[in-house]
């Protein structure tokens, strides 16, 4: 048994919990926690696991993990870049489609452009052949009187009149129309929402949330990480290790400041109002980050 599990053993016992009273805050498995007790990393799935569940029993019964972590870094195993977990590839290679399917696929958009060229030329030609029917119709049926009856219609004065009052009508109401609208302001566009990186140093990096009226958090994983969400006031509102593809939102609006403490960054993705946030420091460089947010409701 190491210092570093007789110190988290002893500061257990103080507290007067047991192995399973431990596993039920924790949701460790007890093997992992006697083995964390024992010294024996050799059965945790990897050193990121072990430095995460550290942590957790730590916080669990009310230990400084940083310091605990600076004062045993000999008893706990240092993490490298290589040793995280390789994510999944996503992509799926695409079914090879057999060479007769191709042939018919090749064709059949011609086959169905010469379709739509045909049925359009028919249309063409019914069109035309009915209203040239309806003129020669027309054309019988009026007779010269009516012709010179109907042009002394349209040319009386009458009739010239009437197109006036109708033409000063229209002029009118155009002229009341456009007024409303020459009067109204046009509408200041809305800002985008903007999410920018303030500071980066070591482990810790701030950004800013400015020109949005609300401030939704949302953390996903994507292989397995642990997480703390908090507000600036220390105010905890999650804490715990989401698996691969488990998520967690939080409503920040009535909030200055939200507090994110990062276990695993490289397989962990934070949004913001539905903004991805790009890492300040690269997650392949720094695994543990604390994540910083200001915001500040848009007026």
């Known amino acids: 048994m190491t210092e570093l599990g007789n110190r988290l053993k002893e500061a257990r016992e103080a507290k007067g919990m047991s192995l399973d ?28 696991y072990v430095r995460a569940f550290i942590k957790q029993y730590c916080e669990a019964v009310g230990l400084p993990a940083e310091e605990i972590f600076d004062q045993y870094k000999n008893d706990v195993p ?12 996503r992509v799926q290679s695409r079914k090879t489609v057999p060479s007769g399917n191709s042939k018919a696929m090749e064709l059949f958009p011609k086959i169905l452009a010469g379709i739509f060229i045909l049925g359009a ?54 002229e009341q129309q456009e007024s409303p609208a020459k009067k109204a302001k046009p509408e200041k566009p809305k800002k985008e929402q903007e999410l920018a ?4 140093s070591g482990k810790n ?3 800013k949330l400015k020109n949005a009226e609300k401030f939704t958090l949302k953390v996903s994983s994507t292989g397995a990480t642990w997480v703390n969400i908090k507000n600036g006031s220390g105010k905890s509102f999650f804490q715990n290790t989401l ?8 409503d920040f609006t009535n909030e200055k400041e939200a507090v994110i403490i990062i276990g695993n960054a490289a397989d962990t993705e934070v949004f913001v109002n539905g903004q991805k946030l790009e890492y300040a420091i690269s997650p392949t460089q720094t695994v543990t980050q604390n994540i910083t947010i200001q915001f500040a409701k848009a007026k």
């Open 121 to 174: 030329a028919v249309l063409i030609y019914i069109l035309i052949a009915k209203n040239f029917n309806a003129s020669d119709d027309k054309a019988k049926e009026e007779t010269p009187d009516e012709k010179v009856a109907y042009e002394e219609r349209k040319d009386s004065p009458l009739t010239n009149d009437k197109k006036d009052e109708k033409s000063g009508n229209k002029e009118e109401t155009t």
């Open 78 to 89: 240092s993490i490298a870049n290589e040793e995280l977990p390789a994510k999944l590839s």
């Open 197 to 200: 990186s303030v500071s980066s």
């Open 243 to 250: 698996k691969e593809n488990q998520s967690q939102e939080i």
């Open 21 to 48: 009273d431990l596993q039920e805050a924790t949701k460790i498995q007890k093997r992992y926690l006697i083995g964390i007790e024992e010294g024996n990393y050799d059965m945790m799935p990897g050193k990121f």
């Open 205 to 207: 990096s701030t950004y």
